[in-house]
């Protein structure tokens, strides 16, 4: 507890709860920072702005850190979600600043933009539902079990990468870009067979 207090609170916070994204060196909520192996990762890497730890703290107490995030400070467990549910609650709770294809964007209008949530961790985005970074609300267990939470999450996670029985999916950008695709697809059809029709001579 003392070398996170030290070391990580001014960053995430002396609970774990997050610093506001408001501020440079803003380190994210850490309540569902439930696997040591992880935190540990992000001790020796330092991924984003967070320094590598591996040159400050000895291999020992970078485990006794990782034991202390994920055994005490880890609160939300993202296990059970319902797949469903979680797309209704994010299409309730969450598109109107994320969109539904949860690449964010809807808040240019007013002079910030909520971030796209693709490529983000579990972890992260159930920290930051129920933190509350920068302009985002909180949600509380009083508004969203953590069942509810982990089925946003599995909601999140799917839409990032969902089945595509119909072929190439243009990394999911939507229905806009693939009817782009397909009408230049059927323009280029159209000039080739007019080609072929004057004898391929131009």
Request: glycine share 12%; charged share 10%; no cysteine.
């Given at each position: 507890m003392q070398i996170y207090l030290q070391q990580c609170a001014k960053c995430h916070g002396p609970t774990g709860e997050g610093i506001s994204a408001a501020v440079t060196i803003a380190g994210p909520n850490l309540w569902a920072e439930d696997d040591p192996g992880r935190v540990m990762t992000a001790l020796e890497v330092g991924p984003s702005h967070?320094?590598?730890?591996?040159?400050?703290?000895?291999v020992s107490q970078m485990h006794a850190v990782s034991d202390y995030v994920a055994h005490t400070i880890a609160q939300i467990h993202l296990n059970g979600g319902d797949l469903s549910r979680g797309g209704?609650?994010?299409r309730g709770n969450c598109a109107a600043c994320h969109r539904t294809a949860v690449r964010g964007g809807g808040l240019v209008f007013v002079g910030t933009n909520a971030p796209s949530l693709t490529g983000k961790s579990a972890a992260l985005i159930a920290g930051a539902i129920r933190w509350g970074p920068g302009p985002m609300p909180r949600f509380p267990p009083s508004v969203l079990s953590d069942h509810q939470v982990a089925s946003i999450v599995d909601y999140i996670r799917y839409v990032q990468q969902p089945a595509s029985?119909?072929?190439?999916?243009?990394?999911?950008?939507?229905?806009?870009?693939e009817g782009f695709v397909a009408w230049v697809g059927v323009l280029l059809m159209i000039g080739i067979v007019m080609w072929i029709e004057k004898g391929g001579k131009g």
């Open positions: 967070m320094p590598r730890f591996e040159y400050i703290l000895s209704e609650l994010f029985p119909g072929g190439s999916a243009l990394n999911w950008y939507g229905p806009v870009a």
